[in-house]
């Protein structure tokens, strides 16, 4: 049994993103895998990183709880949307306060190297989008993609990682998320 951690970085629960997220658990129960979430939005901690690596400030329960989670999974699946072609702030935050130096790498002394401490996993990011996937891609150059997934994920050594584009979201039809949301349960489904 595949044991999946869901990090949905929407802050509204209103927002599609939730139904994506749900759609995705569904799809993964379905085929026997085990399922835990995070939902950030409902988190309470600081995102701001403070003093960045110079001093530590202690993490807050849920961000406690949340680090136990990512290292219970084998499979991280990352929904968000892209705003200014970005995360969303308290994922960011999320991200700044959690994967810290110790947690999910570790630098070399006297390197400009680091050990990645998250080896063994893998993820998927499904993000939602106002502009088509290539033109977000092409023109932009992806940058939340970039972020979450080559200076993120990848640099503390989860690997593969897959992206899905949702959208254009704001012009979409009942009916085209629909598919969507059947293409994700399918995605769940086949645990990717």
Not at 1 to 20: A, E, Q, R, T, V
Not at 99 to 116: I, R, T, Y
Not at 134 to 144: A, D, I, K, T
């Amino acid at each position: 049994m595949k044991k999946i951690l869901i990090i949905n970085g929407h802050p509204n629960k209103d927002s599609f993103n939730f139904g994506i997220a749900k759609a995705y658990k569904n799809g993964a129960e379905k085929s026997g895998a085990e399922v835990k979430e995070i939902i950030i939005t409902d988190l309470h901690f600081n995102p701001n990183l403070q003093f960045g690596y110079q001093k530590r400030i202690e993490l807050e329960p849920d961000l406690i709880e949340a680090w136990a989670k990512i290292l219970w999974a084998e499979h991280l699946v990352w929904i968000h949307p892209v705003w200014w072609g970005g995360l969303p702030a308290m994922t960011k935050g999320f991200i700044d306060r959690l994967f810290l130096p110790g947690f999910a790498f570790q630098p070399k002394e006297n390197s400009v190297w680091w050990d990645k401490l998250l080896k063994g996993r893998s993820a998927h990011i499904i993000t939602t989008i106002d502009q088509p996937s290539w033109y977000y891609r092409f023109v932009y150059g992806r940058p939340s993609v970039n972020q979450l997934k080559k200076t993120v994920l990848e640099y503390c050594g989860i690997k593969p990682v897959k992206v899905t584009y949702v959208g254009i979201v704001k012009t979409s039809t009942g009916e085209l998320r629909e598919k969507w949301l059947a293409k994700v349960q399918l995605l769940g489904q086949k645990q990717k």
